[in-house]
C-alpha cells in the first residue's frame, strides 16, 4: 500500500470541518433553536463556516508548521469552551451569554449549584474537535517548510470566507429584515449569524452602548421626556393615598410563575396561602400580570420595581449601570417620609447589590450578615425563606415609622433543593427532575408567606401596612417543555410560552374590604407608579414607562424585553402574531403597530441607561448625592 500524500495545509482543513460538524451538532443537541423552513436549516448549518475559516486562516500567517498547529489546537480549545458554556448557560437562561455577564464573576460562587445542575456529561462532546485536531496534528506528516508564500492563494482564502459570510448575511437579512440593527432577540441573531459571529456582534453592541454616555448631552432626554408624557395615564383618584402613611413590604416572590396558584400537582395543592389570599377582601390579585425581566433576573426584577423603566437587553443594568442617577422609588419614598430598606439574606455583593443599593438612594440595606443562621436553616443560597422573614420581622419592629422594605426570597431558586423537613408535598413524577422538585420549592415558599403574615400580625405590624408581592422571574424555562406538556396537558407553542411568563401580583391592604381578583393586562413596569399612588405620591412628572394599575386608563399592553409583547388581541413571539383568544397564529400585519411601538419604546429605555440620561433631569448632572449608609448588622 502506498503512502499517503497529505496535502500541505490538511490539518488546517481537518480543524475547519470538524468545529464546523461539532458546531452544528451542538446546535442541534442543545438548543431548542425553532427552524420553520429549509432555508433557516441552510443559514443554521452554514453560519459556522465562515467565522472557522477566518480565525483558523489566521493560522496561514505563520511560518512554522508547529507553531500554526499550536494555534489551530488553542482556537479549537477556545471554541469548544464558548460552545460548551454556552450550553450550559442556555439550559437554565434558555439564552446566548453576553459580554458582560462574562465578567460578573463575583456571582460566580453562589451561581455554583445552578451551573453543576446544568452540566451534563454529554457535554464532552463539544470537545469531539479538539480530539481530532490533536490527533491530526500527531499523525499526519508535516510538510516541509517552503521559502516561497503562497500569497495569491492566500488571499483567495480570505476572499472565498469573506464571500462566504455575505452570501450567509444575505439570507439571514432575507429571512429576517433588519436583523443586526432591530433584533432584541439573542437566539435569532445565533440562529442566523452563528454562536462565534454573535460574540462578536456583541462586543460592538456593547462597546457602543458605553460609548453613549460619554456622547450624551442631554439632548435625548426631551426626546424620552415628551413619549413618556404623551403616553401617561390618570392615576386612579380613588385609590390615591389609599395606603397613605402605612409601612410598605415589598415581596420579590423568587421564580414563582402563576400557573401554580390556585392548581394542584397530582391533588396536591401547591399554594394554598396564596390561594386563600386571591379571595380575601383585603386582596387586590392581579392574574393577568407578566414578568419583563431579561438575563438580570431577579436584579432586573428590583431595578424594574425601583425605576419602571426596562433592564438592558443582555446584561444586568445592576452590573452594568451602577454608577448612574435614578429615580428610584426608594428615593421618592424616602424623600416623603420613609426608612427605605432591603432585606435579602444572602451576599451583599451578589448582583453588585451593595453599589447599586447606593445608586438608588436606599437608606439600609439588611445582607446575610444581619442575620442568624443556625443549624438547618441553610440553603445553597443563602437563608431559608421561613426563619428569614421569622427574623426580618422582628428587624422591621425596631425600624423608623413609616417603613419601606423590599424582601428578596431566595428558597425558590433552582436548582429548587429541599431539606426533606421543607418537603411539604411529593415531587412531581416527569421527565424533568427541575420540574418536579420545582412544586414542592413553591409550596414551601407559600408556607414561608402564611408565616410572614403571621409574624406581622403578632408583632402589631400588620394593620400598619401594605403587602406588595410579585414573582420576580419564570422558574422554569423553555427548556422543560415536554414536562411542562406533560402537566398541562397540552403541546407548548411559543405562544403558551409567552403566556407561562404571568406570574403573581398581590397588593394586600388589610382593613381595606374592596379587594378583589383584577384581570387588567399588567407588568412589572407598572408596580412603581402604582404603589406611589397608593401611598398618596404624585409620580405625574417620573420617567416612568409603567402606570397605575388601578387607573381606568390602564392600558391592556405589556412589552417584554426580548421584543415580545402581550395585548389584549394579539401576542406576539417568534416572529410570529397570535390570536391572543384562540393562541393560533394569524396576519402579522395585525401586530405590526404595536411591534414598531415596543421597539420604540425599548430603545428609549436602553437611551436612558446607556446615555445615563436622568443625570441631566433637573440639572442632576450637577447634583451630589450623600451616600445612604448601607451597612448590614
Keep these: 500500500m502506498g503512502k499517503i500524500h497529505w496535502p500541505k495545509h490538511s490539518v488546517?482543513?481537518?480543524?475547519?470541518?470538524?468545529?464546523?460538524?461539532?458546531?452544528?451538532?451542538?446546535?442541534?443537541?442543545?438548543?431548542?433553536?425553532?427552524?420553520?423552513?429549509?432555508?433557516?436549516?441552510?443559514?443554521?448549518?452554514?453560519?459556522?463556516?465562515?467565522?472557522?475559516?477566518?480565525?483558523?486562516?489566521?493560522?496561514?500567517?505563520?511560518?512554522?508548521?508547529?507553531?500554526?498547529?499550536?494555534?489551530?489546537?488553542?482556537?479549537?480549545?477556545?471554541?469548544?469552551?464558548?460552545?460548551?458554556?454556552?450550553?450550559?448557560?442556555?439550559?437554565?437562561?434558555?439564552?446566548?451569554?453576553?459580554?458582560?455577564?462574562?465578567?460578573?464573576?463575583?456571582?460566580?460562587?453562589?451561581?455554583?449549584?445552578?451551573?453543576?445542575?446544568?452540566?451534563?456529561?454529554?457535554?464532552?462532546?463539544?470537545?469531539?474537535?479538539?480530539?481530532?485536531?490533536?490527533?491530526?496534528?500527531k499523525f499526519i506528516p508535516q510538510p516541509a517548510e517552503s521559502a516561497v508564500q503562497f500569497k495569491m492563494g492566500r488571499r483567495l482564502y480570505f476572499i472565498a470566507a469573506a464571500a462566504l459570510f455575505m452570501v450567509n448575511l444575505g439570507?439571514?437579512?432575507?429571512?429576517?429584515?433588519?436583523?443586526?440593527t432591530r433584533s432584541f432577540d439573542r437566539e435569532l441573531l445565533v440562529k442566523n449569524i452563528g454562536t462565534y459571529n454573535y460574540h462578536i456582534y456583541d462586543l460592538i453592541v456593547q462597546s457602543k452602548s458605553h460609548?453613549?454616555?460619554?456622547?450624551?448631552?442631554?439632548?435625548?432626554?426631551s426626546e424620552v421626556e415628551n413619549y413618556v408624557q404623551a403616553s401617561r395615564k390618570e392615576p386612579s383618584k380613588e385609590m390615591f393615598g389609599a395606603a397613605k402613611g402605612k409601612n410598605v413590604i415589598i415581596i420579590s416572590l423568587e421564580s414563582l410563575q402563576n400557573f401554580v396558584i390556585n392548581k394542584e400537582m397530582d391533588g396536591h395543592v401547591i399554594t394554598p396561602f396564596l390561594n386563600s389570599l386571591t379571595e380575601d377582601p383585603d386582596t387586590y390579585y392581579f392574574d393577568n400580570f407578566y414578568h419583563q425581566t431579561g438575563l438580570g433576573k431577579t436584579s432586573d426584577a428590583e431595578f424594574i420595581v425601583e425605576n419602571s423603566i426596562y433592564p438592558r437587553n443582555g446584561s444586568a443594568v445592576f452590573f452594568t449601570h451602577s454608577?448612574?442617577?435614578?429615580?428610584?422609588?426608594?428615593?421618592?419614598?424616602?424623600?416623603?417620609?420613609?426608612f427605605t430598606n432591603v432585606m435579602h439574606a444572602n451576599n451583599r455583593s451578589f448582583w453588585n447589590?451593595?453599589?447599586?443599593?447606593?445608586?438608588?438612594?436606599?437608606?439600609?440595606?439588611?445582607?446575610?450578615?444581619?442575620?442568624?443562621?443556625?443549624?438547618?436553616?441553610?440553603?445553597?443560597?443563602?437563608m431559608k425563606d421561613i426563619p428569614y422573614f421569622e427574623q426580618s420581622v422582628e428587624m422591621m419592629k425596631t425600624m423608623p415609622k413609616p417603613f419601606a422594605s423590599r424582601m428578596i426570597t431566595l428558597t425558590n431558586h433552582h436548582p429548587f433543593d429541599l431539606d426533606e423537613e421543607d418537603m411539604l408535598i411529593p415531587p412531581y413524577t416527569s421527565n424533568s427532575k427541575t420540574l418536579n422538585k420545582y412544586f414542592q420549592s413553591s409550596r414551601y415558599l407559600d408556607e414561608s408567606i402564611k408565616v410572614l403574615f403571621d409574624k406581622l400580625k403578632e408583632s402589631g405590624l400588620y394593620d400598619d401596612s401594605i403587602i406588595v408581592m410579585y414573582g420576580d422571574h419564570y422558574g422554569i424555562s423553555e427548556n422543560h417543555n415536554k414536562a411542562m406538556s406533560m402537566y398541562l396537558d397540552k403541546e407548548l407553542t411559543p405562544y403558551d410560552n409567552t403566556v407561562l411568563q404571568k406570574v403573581p401580583f398581590f397588593i394586600h391592604i388589610p382593613g381595606n374590604g374592596q379587594g378583589k381578583v383584577m384581570h387588567e393586562l399588567a407588568g412589572q413596569m407598572d408596580i412603581r407608579p402604582t404603589i406611589l399612588n397608593l401611598a398618596g405620591i404624585d409620580s405625574k412628572d417620573d420617567l416612568q414607562f409603567g402606570s397605575d394599575l388601578f387607573s381606568d386608563e390602564h392600558e391592556n399592553f405589556v412589552i417584554f424585553r426580548d421584543g415580545r409583547f402581550?395585548?389584549?388581541?394579539?401576542?406576539?413571539?417568534?416572529?410570529?402574531?397570535?390570536?391572543?383568544?384562540?393562541g393560533e397564529p394569524t396576519d402579522n400585519e395585525l401586530c405590526a403597530p404595536f411591534m414598531e411601538r415596543a421597539a420604540k419604546e425599548l430603545d428609549y429605555s436602553d437611551a436612558i441607561i446607556?446615555?445615563?440620561?436622568?443625570?441631566?433631569?433637573?440639572?442632576?448632572?450637577?447634583?451630589?448625592?450623600?451616600?445612604?449608609?448601607?451597612?448590614?448588622?
Design 12 to 137: 488546517l482543513g481537518i480543524a475547519v470541518i470538524a468545529t464546523w460538524l461539532t458546531t452544528y451538532f451542538g446546535y442541534l443537541t442543545s438548543f431548542n433553536m425553532s427552524i420553520d423552513n429549509m432555508v433557516q436549516q441552510l443559514i443554521l448549518f452554514m453560519n459556522p463556516l465562515s467565522f472557522l475559516l477566518l480565525i483558523y486562516g489566521a493560522g496561514l500567517f505563520i511560518k512554522t508548521a508547529k507553531r500554526r498547529n499550536q494555534y489551530i489546537i488553542f482556537v479549537s480549545v477556545i471554541t469548544s469552551v464558548i460552545m460548551f458554556a454556552n450550553a450550559v448557560f442556555y439550559r437554565f437562561f434558555s439564552d446566548f451569554i453576553t459580554l458582560p455577564l462574562l465578567f460578573q464573576t463575583n456571582n460566580f460562587g453562589d451561581l455554583s449549584s445552578s451551573v453543576m445542575a446544568n452540566i451534563h456529561g454529554a457535554d464532552v462532546f463539544f470537545f469531539t474537535d479538539v480530539i481530532i485536531i490533536a490527533l491530526a496534528v
Design 171 to 180: 439570507l439571514a437579512e432575507a429571512e429576517r429584515p433588519q436583523l443586526l
Design 211 to 221: 460609548a453613549q454616555r460619554v456622547l450624551a448631552d442631554g439632548s435625548e432626554l
Design 323 to 338: 454608577g448612574n442617577t435614578y429615580d428610584s422609588l426608594s428615593e421618592r419614598l424616602g424623600g416623603n417620609g420613609y
Design 353 to 382: 447589590r451593595d453599589i447599586m443599593y447606593k445608586a438608588l438612594d436606599i437608606d439600609r440595606f439588611y445582607d446575610v450578615q444581619s442575620y442568624t443562621i443556625g443549624e438547618g436553616q441553610a440553603v445553597n443560597w443563602g
Design 566 to 582: 402581550v395585548t389584549d388581541q394579539y401576542v406576539y413571539a417568534h416572529e410570529v402574531c397570535y390570536d391572543a383568544e384562540t
Design 610 to 633: 446607556n446615555g445615563d440620561l436622568l443625570r441631566f433631569k433637573d440639572g442632576d448632572e450637577e447634583k451630589q448625592k450623600d451616600q445612604p449608609e448601607m451597612t448590614g448588622k
